[in-house]
């Protein structure tokens, strides 16, 4: 049976498009989801702070030593610096602002662009940490379970980052996980910011605040310490946040963060007193921009995963159903002539 050459092609053009409608939701859209080479996100905090007081300190005064409920903000900016095939440098820029004083840092990682957990940098790649987990940025569609681990660049550990539920959020569908991360605080940003050693004076003048049991266990040591004292540090962080379902990204969150100064008496290290102590959220601003970012990127990941697909299979269907249909040549008339009525009649 001969088949009309049109046919052949609604046929070869229909099965061109479902093949392409089945890859891609698996193969397509994760190269067009991951990572952009021009990421660049800001957002603002803001909320409260305790800080030492350095006067007081000065002047002995160690009643005074804690400023609480400072004005405090936080500046965080996340950028793409480059990126190397499936691995990006990303940049995490952060600036703490308590009072008049101002503490900016800069973390940056090789993460890998399709599930954005950090990997190992590629050769020439200068100052990168050595993580392990998600960094700055969590995956697109998050898993509403607890597999997700996250780096603490304070501490220079890995955390499990653990579902707490559903809810709402700038109008969005968001998944709830908390972080909680305690360790030796080990970021070099930080301890410059924090006295090396205390003068004994002072320390014996902090003993009488301490908690009883403290107290009890610091004093009979404080005369074979060395003076002045080292200190040592620990910092405990929570991190609440609310991920948007589809995109990923934070709409909401809740950072706190507590330092406290530490004396190794013997073989025991014994907590002196708190240092710092952050409690921020974002603005209203950052807020509001997050909803929109997210919004626009939900649109597009609805119509590469699921509009796309869906047309590309009906379009498919409709050419193989006109192919079907126009598979036969029409059938050739002869034309009528005297030759042929002749040889009928006889």
Sequence with gaps: MALRRSSIVYGVLGIVLITLAAVTRPIIAPLLTRLPGN????????????????????????????????????????????????????ADDLTIHIGTNSAPSTSRYAVDRGDFNAVEAPAGWKNVERAKGLTVIFPIHPKADNTYTYYNPLTQTTARVVFQGTGRASGHDVNRYKISVTGALKSSDVLATLPPALPKKLAK?????????????????????????????????????????????????????????????????????????????????????????????????????????????GVGLLLLTIAVLRRRRPAVVQPVTKETVAMTAG
């Design 39 to 90: 990421t660049d996100v800001s957002a603002g905090f803001s909320g409260t702070a305790t800080v030492l007081n350095s006067k007081a300190l000065a002047a002995g005064d160690t009643a005074h030593a804690l400023l609480s409920g400072v004005p405090a903000t936080m500046d965080r900016r996340v950028h793409v610096v480059k990126t190397k095939g499936d691995t990006a440098l990303v």
């Design 205 to 313: 003048s902090f003993v009488s605040q301490l908690p009883a049991a403290t107290a009890a266990a610091l004093a009979p040591k404080t005369a074979a310490l060395p003076d002045p004292i080292p200190l040592s540090y620990t910092v405990a962080t929570v991190i609440d946040v609310f991920l948007d379902q589809d995109s990923g990204l934070v709409l909401d969150s809740h950072y706190q963060e507590r330092v406290t100064a530490n004396v190794t008496a013997g073989k025991k290290e014994i907590p002196l007193l708190p240092v710092l102590a952050l409690d921020v959220k974002p603005t209203a601003a950052t807020k509001a921009d997050m909803a929109d970012k997210a919004g626009t990127i939900d649109t597009k990941l609805l119509m590469i995963r699921t509009v796309a697909p869906l047309t590309l299979l």
